[in-house]
């Protein structure tokens, strides 16, 4: 059974989505857009159907692999899978945002400045006439791309310092953890503002610095678990047939530790999202005219007596995204926590 | 709940399964002259004589565990009656639903996921199933205590053995600290630890693995109960440990005429402790009778497959005895008897229906067609 | 593999010593060393069982772990297809890794829960024998361990714990091991559970011609599955000798006092009544002399002060209080390895090719010949079996 490919395909395919997401960020180029559209409807059309026919199979065998057990309490969940709905939906209104709003987010419209809701701008247009819900929908495209990008370097890196930390210990683990802990001793608004300030603004600074500044949550927690994974007998079995660390790792340690990899990384995605709404409030992240959630939100809160949508807008979309990455996380942490049970 | 209890060799059984108050069987009593006759009861009933004497009376006990994949049947009319001064021996493999009857005895079945679905506790002729959470607490650590297995995780760290002897002191004697504390130290003496005084203000893990066992028992003896339930007391220790251990429980058991069920997977075990002995396959006693019936006569065949396959340095055959095929599957248990998949004599009747308690003599039965 | 020489030595390990430092302070100063494993010397014969037993915490585990480089061990050597495994090379040593395996205490933390059955046995076969069919060998393995085809692409977890140690055994097995280290491999498992897998143990052992260093802390089942026991306390070997000989002519207090603390196997029977006193001392301060001194009650001024190496009893003049305690003078001299060389004599009579069935009883005691239990004639059990004994 593929049901830990399934899962694999799953994550694989948020990730990619958002990624290419980001990549192309331009609504011009709409045959990419297009493209990336037709595949992921292909893609979820394909996992529906497995599913549809694993719940067939499953319905006469009693045989379960863990990746499905896991599968089977995230669809338990009702506000995991609401949020994960959610979320595939807000990846959809990113990805096709070209075609559903017809307002370019940069145009401004001088005859139509601050404006409520009409038939033809839905969310109204802020104090430069452009229209809210076509910046809100590419502010998405930019924050959950920004975001997942910095939360994959983030686990990427940490993952490794703290394989390294938790498998070889001594030393090496004195030298890693220490190092971090000097990293993690700076705080992390003054080290966005100095980078910022000495390499001046852009979306990889940022994504840099926000994916750094994470480490240490990401390498103590996997430093952790590999030291559980590391004590039991079947890694001794490993290396008692002679297996190299490398396979070691690569065949034990990970598949064992990914599951609070998982989760952490569901978790820091709604959290970097907010971090990096923050920055831009503060006008250290995304730069106009470029739309951002955070710099919409900080245009917003000075108009508002005149134009209220101008802020609840960014905020509520804000809210639901971190609100549903979080909730997600959570579940994901449920339903792999008690795996091993029954 | 009274017990209508008849002085005169009379049996209690309960009808169809349903918690009743002690329904006196009557014309029962020329079964009892003839001992060796064997008869069929359509309840599963408690068979024993002197009434006066007894303790504790399970009657046909149902724990169930509703868990996502299924019913499991923890314990699945369980009937058994310990009395007083006397050690009942619950022996079974894992899974096989002792401790389940031993915690439903105490009501520590965790719920969700399990429930405690039928049946009568009987503990000094009241229904333990009746009592409300409060009742029960007075009743735990007091009359009822319990030793676990793994004397660890059963101590808590940061307190002081003392301190955690004279909790239940303080708690169901209303000792005040002081008290408590000086009759802790008189417990360790008494459960043979070198330098009580010191002893008790030491941490658990201060202390090593028969040192926490002997504090465990301690705590279990702090309020002098009448029943011991020791699960599985002596399986996490080193051998010459354990024998420290029985011997101690033994002892004690004597000087304060209590009763002890002791749950236990060793038959060796058994053979130096038990009184009486019930032998338990998924969640059902199959056999059940004085420690004599059961080592030199056993009936069942699993009881007989388990006795020959039991290690033991006096066994000089080369190849092991083993029983064939796996423990059933819990959420799918066989319609008939749940040895039938293994069992070496099986009949017909066996797939189809449920074996009925068979009795040879007052107490001895077992639960098997072969002796209808 | 010439199988027809059952002396032929497998392995031997010479004078293995495993301390542990403990440390303390901020800067981890190492003030002292827990001698788990103080001074041991045994052999393994090919196709025969070396039981090794004692209670927890006396350094049998650690032995096991030393022998298969899972822990480093201080001194000593470990002498496999005549090369030691304690200095060998990287390269050579995953070459020896092959001939010794190891089965696990624990069937739930041994097997990895995200592989499947086939890929756990397979791992092995893949790292050995990377030439021949994979699939092929494991489902071979699987039905020889008695483990059914149809289990290959299932995960350990749907498994009960004596079917997990059956894939563990396949495990070692994969590899075409000449040795197999067994680490209370049937601590974990119910009674009837526990026979099935001694059983197959012992079948694997006649149809593979395998060698086992069984640990356990049961003697009723290393009884069954050994050819020789050695009895360890507090990190040395204190008897070693035939299992046949077990309930009868060992000689050494705390191997007696293990025997009495077993239950009967029936109501009503008694053992000598040897209840130890106390506990086993911790083993970073373990007594000078003899360490089981705290617990003897057959203690002499001698055993305060000097350690007692094992010396040889003819098992069949037991009585004979005169034999030579080097009475084994008359073997093969000690190869010169570096390390032994500096041994003391003691472990001559370990280093001959000696039948393994006619291996000497040999025992750490000082007083050995003055014990209540050195008499031939002393049967302590009164052997009544099942059925024997009227009501």
């Known amino acids: ?342 | ?372 | 593999m010439n199988s027809q020489n059952n002396t032929e030595k497998v392995l031997s390990v010479r004078g293995l010593k495993v301390y542990f430092p403990v440390k303390k302070g901020i800067f981890k100063k190492t003030v002292g060393h827990v001698k788990a494993v103080d001074g041991v010397s045994f052999d393994i014969y090919r196709g025969k069982t070396l039981g090794l037993v004692g209670e927890s915490g006396c350094g049998k585990t650690t032995v096991a772990k030393a022998i298969v480089k899972l822990v480093h061990a201080h001194e000593g050597e470990v002498i496999c297809k005549g090369t030691d495994l304690l200095t060998a090379k990287p390269s050579k040593l995953r070459e020896l890794r092959k001939h010794i395996q190891m089965i696990f205490q624990d069937p739930f933390s041994s097997l990895d829960p995200k592989m499947t059955v086939g890929n756990i046995i397979g791992e092995a076969v893949k790292f050995h024998r990377p030439d021949e069919d994979t699939e092929k060998l494991v489902l071979n393995y699987m039905e020889i361990t008695g483990l059914r085809g149809e289990y290959y692409k299932r995960y350990p977890h749907e498994f009960s714990g004596g079917q997990r140690q059956r894939i563990g055994i396949a495990r070692a097995l994969a590899t075409e091991p000449s040795i197999v280290v067994a680490d209370e491999p049937v601590y974990a498992l119910d009674v009837s559970v526990q026979a099935k897998a001694l059983n197959l143990m012992k079948n694997l052992q006649q149809r593979l011609d395998l060698s086992y260093l069984f640990i356990t802390h049961d003697l009723s089942v290393v009884k069954h599955i050994s050819h020789q026991i050695a009895v360890m306390y507090l990190g040395s070997i204190v008897e070693i000798f035939n299992s046949k000989d077990l309930k009868n002519k060992t000689v050494h207090p705390y191997t007696r006092a293990l025997i009495s603390s077993i239950p009967s196997s029936t109501p009503g029977q008694k053992r000598e009544e040897i209840i130890l006193q106390g506990e086993i001392p911790s083993p970073m301060n373990a007594p000078p002399g003899c360490k089981f001194q705290t617990r003897c009650q057959y203690k002499t001024s001698i055993c305060e002060k000097v350690k007692p190496e094992l010396e040889p009893i003819n098992s069949s003049s037991i009585s004979s209080a005169q034999k030579s305690p080097l009475g084994a003078s008359n073997l093969p001299p000690v190869q010169s390895h570096n390390s032994v060389s500096t041994m003391p004599n003691r472990n001559k009579h370990l280093q001959g090719n000696i039948p393994a069935s006619e291996l000497t009883h040999l025992v750490a005691c000082h007083n050995w010949r003055s014990l209540p239990f050195n008499i031939d004639n002393l049967h302590f059990n009164i052997d009544k079996k099942a059925g024997n004994i009227a009501p």
């Open chain 1, 1 to 342: 059974m593929n049901n830990i490919l399934k899962i694999k395909t799953f994550y694989l395919f948020i990730i990619s989505a958002l990624l290419l997401a980001v990549i192309s960020p331009k609504a011009e180029i709409d045959y990419i857009s297009y493209g990336i559209f037709a595949l992921l409807t292909l893609i979820i059309l394909l996992i529906s159907l497995a599913i549809y026919r694993h719940k067939k199979i499953n319905a006469t065998t009693i045989i379960k692999g863990t990746g499905e057990l896991v599968w089977r309490r995230l669809a338990k969940n009702r506000t995991a899978t609401a949020s994960m709905i959610i979320l595939i939906l807000l990846s959809f209104l990113a990805i096709l945002a070209p075609f559903i709003t017809p307002h370019d987010p940069l145009e401004t419209d001088w005859g139509a400045l601050s404006q409520g809701i009409s038939s033809s701008h839905w969310l109204g247009t802020d104090d430069m006439g452009r229209d809210i819900f076509a910046r809100n929908l590419f502010g998405i495209r930019v924050a959950m791309g920004i975001g997942v990008t910095a939360v994959v370097l983030n686990t990427l890196i940490g993952t490794l310092l703290g394989l390294l930390a938790g498998y070889y210990g001594g030393k090496t683990d004195n030298v890693i953890m220490r190092l971090l802990e000097i990293w993690n001793a700076i705080p992390f608004i003054l080290l966005a503002i100095a980078v910022m300030a000495a390499l001046g603004t852009g979306i990889g600074k940022l994504i840099l610095i926000v994916s750094l500044s994470n480490l240490m949550a990401f390498a103590r927690i996997i430093r952790g678990s590999v030291m559980t994974v590391r004590e039991f007998d079947y890694v001794a079995a490993a290396k008692v047939i002679g297996i190299k660390d490398f396979h070691i790792i690569i065949r034990h340690i990970i598949p064992n530790c990914i599951s609070p990899i998982l989760v952490l990384a569901s978790l820091s995605i709604g959290e970097t999202i907010l971090v990096i709404a923050g920055l831009s409030f503060l006008g250290l992240g995304i730069q106009p005219p470029m739309p951002s959630l955070g710099g919409m939100l900080s245009n917003g809160q000075q108009f508002l007596h005149e134009n209220l949508l101008m802020s609840i807008v960014p905020g509520v979309t804000i809210l639901l995204i971190v609100l549903s990455f979080n909730l997600f996380g959570d579940g994901v942490r449920d339903a792999l926590d008690s795996r091993l049970e029954s």
């Open chain 2, 1 to 372: 709940m009274p017990l209508t209890v008849g002085l005169n060799h009379k049996k209690i059984t309960n009808e169809s399964g349903a918690p009743n108050n002690g329904h006196v069987r009557p014309a029962d009593t020329t079964n009892l002259k003839n001992p060796l006759k064997t008869k069929i009861y359509k309840d599963f009933p408690t068979k024993c004589t002197d009434n006066d004497d007894l303790l504790l009376q399970i009657e046909n006990l149902k724990t169930f565990f509703h868990t996502e994949d299924g019913l499991i049947r923890g314990c699945d009319g369980v009937s058994y009656s310990v009395k007083k001064g006397q050690t009942l021996a619950v022996v079974g493999e894992s899974g096989s639903g002792k401790s389940v009857t031993a915690m439903s005895i105490l009501k520590l079945i965790p719920d969700p996921p399990g429930k405690i679905a039928g049946g009568r506790i009987l503990f000094k002729g009241n229904d333990l199933l009746s009592f409300t959470p409060d009742e029960m607490r007075k009743i735990r650590g007091n009359e009822i205590a319990m030793i676990f297995q793994e004397p660890m995780t059963s101590l808590n760290p940061v307190m002081t053995a003392g301190e955690q002897i004279s909790e239940s002191l303080i708690l169901h004697r209303g000792f005040n600290k002081k008290e408590a504390m000086s009759n802790a130290v008189e417990l360790l003496s008494l459960v043979g630890i070198p330098a009580p005084e010191t002893r008790a203000g030491e941490y658990p893990h201060q202390l090593s693995g028969g040192m926490r066992q002997r504090v465990m028992i301690a705590i279990a003896l702090a309020c002098r109960p009448d029943l011991l339930i020791a699960d599985e007391p002596t399986s996490a220790l080193d051998v010459t440990i354990q024998a420290q251990i029985l011997r101690l429980i033994k002892k004690l058991q004597k000087q304060f005429g209590m009763a002890v069920i002791l749950i236990t997977h060793d038959m060796g075990v058994v053979a130096e402790t038990a009184d009486m002995v019930a032998v338990m396959y998924c969640g059902r006693i199959v056999e059940y009778g004085t420690s004599h019936d059961i080592f030199f006569s056993p009936r069942h065949p699993y009881l007989k497959g388990l006795l020959r396959s039991v290690l033991n340095i006096d066994n000089e055959e080369d190849d092991l005895y083993i029983i064939e095929g796996n423990i059933p599957d819990p959420l799918n248990l066989p319609e008939g008897c749940p040895f039938e998949p293994r069992c070496p004599e099986k009949m017909d009747i066996c797939t189809k229906q449920r074996p009925e308690p068979f009795f040879f003599g007052n107490v001895h039965y077992a639960c098997c067609w072969l002796h209808a």
